[in-house]
């Protein structure tokens, strides 16, 4: 009988009893649904089955993993229920995720999804629900797979893996349906208690609660400016053949990836000249705000804007907000009593906010640089006085919170928003999270910039995250132009700066993990070197031998 250390306590269990009879006995315990187990350091499903003696710890749908197997199954459902009310002739793309929501595309539907046939969906899926149907998981010899998947007309599962290096392939069986997804699975469809579908756009949103509050299903949080750039980038693919991994592995193979890369640099090239035109029409912008997450590409898109706005006669200069950061002993500190660099309370807002409205009042200012190494802000005779066509072009994650501007004209500003906003697919059915690509492109700056090591990028994403989530992104709805720096191409071209990087972590680590998982994701991709990439693509921020300073 295996013995099993939980939460401070050994407890005996038949050989062969599941992971999720036992996460059941303890379930009262947790305020949220448990999701996943570590057994022994191992993270497990709770299909599997307890067979020798350990620790066990339970990971819950407010954990990062646990939400991720939570919304992963919620939308095998609704493949499932598509397939179900419409048959193998209609196919689901899993696009992206808006708000508390995921866009999903339908082909093959006769008409557009109206609100008719996504309460159909809802409906089937509350039935696959109340069904509590299990969620097996086998393993194929991948061309067993790859069999299976042509025979169910999945075209984009069969040419994902005909570059794949593994000799075997993990497939899902939820009553008789088979998918391919890439992380873990809740054991049957009763765990997936709380979710909505509606129509938006020709096509459905699939709401389900948030990692915050998983419990509660809250109203869908439209985005529409969030949405059009999504479906621009969406676009962009397109006009290049690509929408999921499989398409971009077959393009670089046979070939084509210097006319690709070229073609997606033109289409960013476009964009960034359409926002300085906007800009230049406006008469009274002085001030240019540019605020977006980590690892956003603000610094490379702030000089590629400038040099578009030069082209219409106007005379930008860079100014990062980061130079107006208080003093080191008066930055505040988090409950870990850790210097906290993201929160507002870190810049001086009355110097910046002076500074800048002595400028737009036609004074002369000198302006600061902050020192990061002695921690303070520094004057090194960078004096600067406004002319009619000099405009500031601003960036920092503070850029577009009210506060960080509040004395200044609201006509005076055009605010952007810059993120990547990844809209490549692994499939039709596993979409790859922005956040990835951004802590891909983290790591790969600080391990050439800061020589920090991955498990040190990893260690501190989740705090970057928290950050983000309380002081960006509620303020991007607020911009009069969204950017999309991502690339369709970057993930092959990061991968062989990552992977080195990740297989450095090692076992016993508290980042080794999330390390294998990355790697995992990375092998899905067909590398491709930096020869192709201009220098000044957005790209050359995170992997070296760009133009512009970083």
């Known amino acids: 009988m295996p013995a099993l250390m939980i939460d401070g306590f050994t407890r005996s269990y038949e050989r062969g009893t599941s992971y999720e009879a036992i996460a059941g006995e303890y379930q009262e315990a947790y305020q949220n649904t448990i999701a996943l187990v570590f057994v022994n350091g191992k993270m497990r499903e709770l299909t599997k089955r307890a067979d020798r003696d350990g620790v066990l710890s339970f990971i819950t749908t407010r954990d990062p993993i646990g939400y991720k197997t939570f919304c992963r199954t919620a939308q095998m459902m609704l493949v499932k229920a598509v397939w179900d009310l419409c048959g193998p002739a209609v196919h689901v793309k899993i696009e992206f995720s808006v708000g508390n929501g995921y866009f999903c595309s339908l082909r093959g539907l006769e008409k557009e999804a109206d609100e008719a046939f996504a309460a159909a969906v809802e409906e089937r899926m509350r039935a696959l629900r109340d069904s509590r149907l299990p969620i097996s998981k086998k393993t194929y010899p991948i061309d ?16 994902l893996f005909h570059f794949r290096r593994g000799s075997t392939v993990n497939v899902y069986n939820m009553d008789g349906y088979c998918d391919y997804f890439y992380g873990y699975m809740l054991p049957n469809t009763g765990f997936v ?24 299903l809250e109203l869908f949080a439209d985005q529409r400016n969030l949405f059009e750039s999504l479906m621009l980038s969406t676009e962009w693919g397109e006009l290049v053949n690509i929408s999921t991994v499989g398409d971009l592995n077959e393009q670089i193979c046979r070939g084509n990836i210097s006319d690709m890369i070229l073609v997606q640099e033109a289409l960013q090239e476009r964009r960034i000249g359409d926002i300085a035109e906007t800009i230049y029409g406006r008469e009274d912008v002085r001030f240019v705000l540019i605020a977006g997450p980590s690892s956003s590409g603000k610094t490379t898109f702030a000089h590629r804007l400038s040099i578009q706005m030069r082209s219409f006669g106007l005379a930008p200069h860079i100014i990062s907000l980061d130079d107006y950061f208080v003093n080191r002993e008066k930055t505040p500190v988090d409950i870990d009593g850790n210097y906290n660099f993201e929160c507002l309370e870190a810049i001086d807002l009355e110097l910046f906010n002076a500074d800048m409205m002595d400028l737009l009042e036609g004074k002369e200012v000198e302006l600061p640089s902050f020192n990061f190494k002695t921690g303070r802000r520094e004057y090194k005779g960078n004096r600067l006085k406004l002319g009619d066509e000099d405009i500031l072009v601003i960036e920092g994650i503070h850029c577009l919170n009210p506060k960080t501007t509040a004395l200044l004209p609201d006509e005076s500003k055009f605010r952007i928003y810059t993120s ?60 009069d132009a969204i950017f999309n720096s991502v690339l ?9 700066f990552a992977e080195p990087l990740l297989f450095n972590v090692r076992q016993g680590e508290p980042e080794y993990y999330e390390a294998k998982r990355l790697l995992k994701f990375l092998d899905y991709f067909v590398g491709v070197d930096t020869a192709a990439v201009p220098t000044n693509s957005l790209c050359r921020e995170f992997v070296g031998g760009g133009c512009f300073p970083v």
């Open 144 to 159: 067993d797979a790859i069999a299976l998947f042509d025979r169910q007309g999945m075209q984009d599962k069969v040419k």
């Open 488 to 496: 369709i191409y970057e993930l092959s071209v990061l991968k062989q």
């Open 420 to 479: 990547a906003l990844t809209t490549l697919n692994i499939d039709e059915h596993n979409r790859i999270p922005t956040t990835d690509a951004r802590l891909l492109r983290r790591m790969v700056r600080d391990a050439r910039t800061r020589s920090r090591d991955a498990r040190q990028t990893i260690g501190g994403w989740q705090s970057v995250r928290e950050g983000e989530e309380q002081y960006i992104f509620p303020y991007q709805e607020n911009a």
């Open 193 to 216: 208690r709380r979710f909505a579908v509606q129509s938006y756009r020709g096509g459905l949103m699939l709401v389900l609660p948030t990692q915050q509050n998983p419990d509660v």
